[in-house]
């Protein structure tokens, strides 16, 4: 039995995927969190949340790495760690510090912190001449300004240390830019008390559906596990509507975009102790890369994965931790196709009506989670105001995300937002 530590999480899907993996492998973690209410606020009522299943649960100040370091050090000699991880976005520079600091398993903590800010990826990638897209990166209105001018409407506008889509948005012109460089600038601080960098990053708009490939960084070499394709919605934002795994591509795709993403895990260094998720745009010119995730995928993919060839993303991510081998055996799970689709609201409101109790039977569902009436509902602008999602396989072949677009539909039918 091994123990980890766990420095935050996220509260969706991964909160209760990571602990499950951890149990089910034989191992226990303990739980190291600055604000314990922050998950004792998101789980469902009358049961308690995975995480505090945890064999300690202890409060420190995680977003000073300088206080945690001595502090980790004197758990470390008490309680005794064989590996270190987080799935959130925002602590996994500082578990690869940690990780570092304790002389365990991990990446380097240069190449998480380049890949975990968006602009430092550019610049990285930029120099090894991997494929993306024109950039630049500034904080002044001015050189923004001029910046986008050189670039080219339209235009993407990013922070450079978000998640979730937060605050990506698309721009046609200068009037467009500027608002969306204020609304950036309206939110200096994380949801998890972090302050944020000022600077922005501009890229060209590319065309092209986008994919994730999905990888696993072991002792130097990475192994793709596959890649799941993507539907996005919501514009002038980039949500996330629904994903299908594996994508629907031809061969000369699907191996155009593992090579891209391969190559920028290499650039950034990331070849060793992460399982990532790796974003890449098919566009008319070639692959691009647009994020180098360096954990397991959000949004269910890795149920997807596991779904269709029985490989635990979540627990190959606890295995690597521990610099252990992960099991990346596939089965025959009796699926060929596993897709997910997210009701994603675009009115706001008071949520009166969501009724899928007939898609619970219904042929190929996996699952169906949906927001109870009485929600209060804001129009979506990122992946985290979702109302719910369903997911379904098809036995057959790539038949999955039609099936889960036509339940979408049966469930926006009886959608009421008042």
Known sequence: MAHLLMVESWVGSMSRLLPRAIRESGHEF????????HYLRSAPEGTAHPLLGARHVITADTNDIDALLPEVERLHAALGFD?????????????????????????????????????????VLADAGLPQPRFAVHEEWAD???????????LVVKPVDLCAGMYVRRVDDEAQLAAAVRDLGDFPVNARGQRRAPVVLLEE??????VSVETVSHAGAVQ???????????????????????AALTPADTEAAEHTALGALKALGLTDGVVAHTEIKLTSAGPRVVEVNPRPAGNRITELVRHVTGIDLAAAFVEVALGRTPDLRRTDTGLRSAA?????????????????????DATGVLELQ?????????????????????????????????????????????????
């Open 30 to 37: 303990t739980f190291l969190t600055r604000d314990l209410h």
């Open 205 to 210: 708009l590319l065309d092209g559906p986008e």
């Open 224 to 246: 793709v596990v596959g890649v799941t394709d993507k539907s996005i919605g919501g514009a002038p934002a980039f949500i996330e509507t629904g994903h299908m795994f594996p």
């Open 83 to 123: 590996g270190v991880l987080t799935s959130c976005d925002y602590y996994l520079p500082t578990v690869a510090r940690v990780a570092g600091h304790l002389g365990l398993p991990g990446p380097g903590p240069e190449a998480v912190e380049n890949a975990c800010r968006k602009d430092a990826t550019r610049r």
């Open 340 to 360: 997910i689709g997210f009701l994603v609201p675009h009115t706001a409101g008071t949520l009166e009506a969501l009724d899928g109790r007939e898609l619970h």
């Open 144 to 154: 923004l300004a001029r910046a986008a001018g050189e670039i080219g409407y339209p």
């Open 370 to 418: 949906l927001a109870e009436p009485g929600k209060t509902v804001k129009a979506a602008g990122s992946n985290n105001e979702y109302l719910g999602h369903v997911m379904a396989g098809d036995a057959e072949g790539p038949g999955a995300r039609d099936r889960v677009e036509a339940l979408l539909a049966a469930l926006r039918a009886g959608l009421v937002i008042r």
